[in-house]
Every structure is written in C-alpha cells, then in structure tokens.
C-alpha cells in the first residue's frame, strides 16, 4: 500500500509522519528525541502509566474490530507494577493493535495514529504537544489547498478540450441541418459516454442510479489523474472521429490508452511535475 511520508518542524525539531487512506501516523521517536535521546525508554515509561493503556485500550475498542480484548486486560492488570514493563511492540503483537505502529531499521521509529501521539505529547510536554496540534493542521490545511487547485486546474484542463471533442463531435457526426437540436444534443452525450466508459467502466445514467445522493456528474468526483486521462481521450476521440474510425473501434483504442495513462499516473510519479503548476493555478482558473 502506498503511503504519503513528510516532516513538520516544531520548535526547531523535525517530526516524521506518514498518511494512509484517511489516517495519519506521527512518530513518536521523533517526538520523545526532543525530551530525552533515550527515545525508547520514554515510550516504555509512558506504557508503564495506567491511565496511558486504558486510552490506547479505548481507542482501539473503537477502532479496531480485531483487537485481542482479553490480552488487553491482562496488560492492564499488570501495568503500574514496578517489575512490569512494556513496550510499543509488546502491546502491538499482544493485542493486535492498529493504534501504533513499530518500524524497524536505522530509520525507523515508533510510530502512532495522531490521536494518540497528541495524547503522548500531553505526557511529555503540554506546550510541545499543542505546538505539534498547530503545525500539523497548518500542514494540512495546505495540503488540502494544493490538492483543491490541482484538481480543480485538471477540471478546468478537461472543460477546455471538452470543446474540441463537441466541435469534432458536430463536424463529424451530425449533418449540418441538425446543429443545435435534439438530434445533435443526442450525439454529444452519446459520444459523452464512450468517454466514459472508456475511461470509468459506466455512463451517466449508471453512474447516477449507483451514486443517487451524489450531486454533479461522474467527472466531478473524478481523481486528479482521471481528469487529466480525460482530457487526452477527448483530444484522441476528436482525432478517431476525423479519421472515420468506427464506434466499436475508438471505444477499444480509448479504453486501451485510458488504462495504459492510468497505470502510468497512478504507479509512478508523473503526476507530481503537473502539481507545480498548482502554484500558478489560481491565476489560470480566474483568467
């Protein structure tokens, strides 16, 4: 599974964090390194602390549906004894938690889902871990900007070429006494969805039976790679259309090039040059 890593900087110490689906992970290494080098030992001192289980027990109840209840209340019953002591991989083999994570390697660390390395930093320093609480929601603040124009840019990028597929689309397909009626009207969507199921396996009308509390359209819940797929196969259809090619014939050429862009966007990093223009976005969305 592919993770997004990054670094924020608090208080002049860097902080290693990763995303997964919708989750985030903060190192606590990272974290108790500020306190004490001794990183490890900080982490088994706050394990040894009751009221530190019973949270990361609670939190797993809650979201971890295969978490080893009895091997937890076991811990607990041991915790807070002076010849008891825990670690970060201990209670992760132990109990099946999800909550924290152990990466081994010189770059490695211990590292936890972030509502529970805020619950750390409120141990170690109270200050620290609202300076941590700050940073990381300005991280993703802009995080979530970038990603909005990027889209948005992409969307933009797609509606533009969509132009030229429509006027390929009249040049080719409707005779000139049906411009502008319902025959043409008919075209232009049925040429919409060979796009479509080029490129998302369904059309319009499938897409909104499945999707009924939806609003907009297929493409408006389309990843930033789907848009940017998109608009080459609306400039590769004109083409087909200009050489003749027949329905069942473009609707195999763009389903093959819509898979092949797919692959190469989503397993490699050529994507991540477009991005850039993300910085200049907002100028070209408002020109």
């Not at 502008?180 to 040429?191: F, K, M």
């Not at 897409?207 to 819940?221: E, I, M, Q, T, V």
């Amino acid at each position: 599974m592919s993770k997004n890593t990054g670094k924020i900087v608090v208080d002049s110490h860097e902080i290693r964090f990763y995303s997964e689906k919708e989750d985030d992970f903060i190192c606590l290494t990272d974290m108790a390194k500020k306190i004490n080098p001794k990183t490890e030992q900080v982490i088994q001192n706050w394990l040894r602390n009751r009221n530190t289980v019973e949270f990361l027990g609670l939190w797993e109840k809650l979201h971890n549906t295969i978490f080893n209840h009895l091997e937890f209340e076991v811990i607990r019953t041991n915790t807070g004894l002076n010849s008891y002591v825990l670690s970060a991989g201990e209670w992760i083999k132990s109990t099946n938690a999800i909550g924290l994570r152990s990466k081994p390697g010189r770059y490695g660390g211990t590292y936890a889902h972030k509502d529970i390395a805020f619950e750390f930093g409120s141990w170690l320093n109270p200050s620290f871990k609202l300076l941590i609480i700050k940073e990381f929601q300005r991280l993703k603040t802009d995080e979530s900007t970038r990603l909005g124009l990027d889209w948005n840019l992409k969307r933009q990028i797609a509606k533009a070429n969509w132009h030229i597929h429509t006027e390929a689309v009249r040049e080719h397909l409707v005779p000139i006494i049906d411009w502008n009626t319902r025959r043409e009207a008919y075209a232009q969507a049925s040429e919409a969805d060979l796009l479509n199921l080029s490129l998302f396996g369904v059309t319009s009308r499938e897409w909104k039976a499945a999707n009924p509390d939806l609003s907009g359209n297929l493409r408006d819940h389309a990843t930033t790679e789907q848009l940017l797929v998109l608009s080459n196969l609306q400039s590769l259809n004109a083409k087909l259309l200009e050489w003749d090619s027949p329905k069942e014939q473009r609707l195999e050429i763009l389903n093959k090039t819509a898979r092949e862009q797919m692959d190469i966007l989503v397993n490699t990093r050529a994507v991540a040059n477009i991005n850039q223009l993300t910085e200049g976005g907002q100028g070209l969305l408002n020109g």
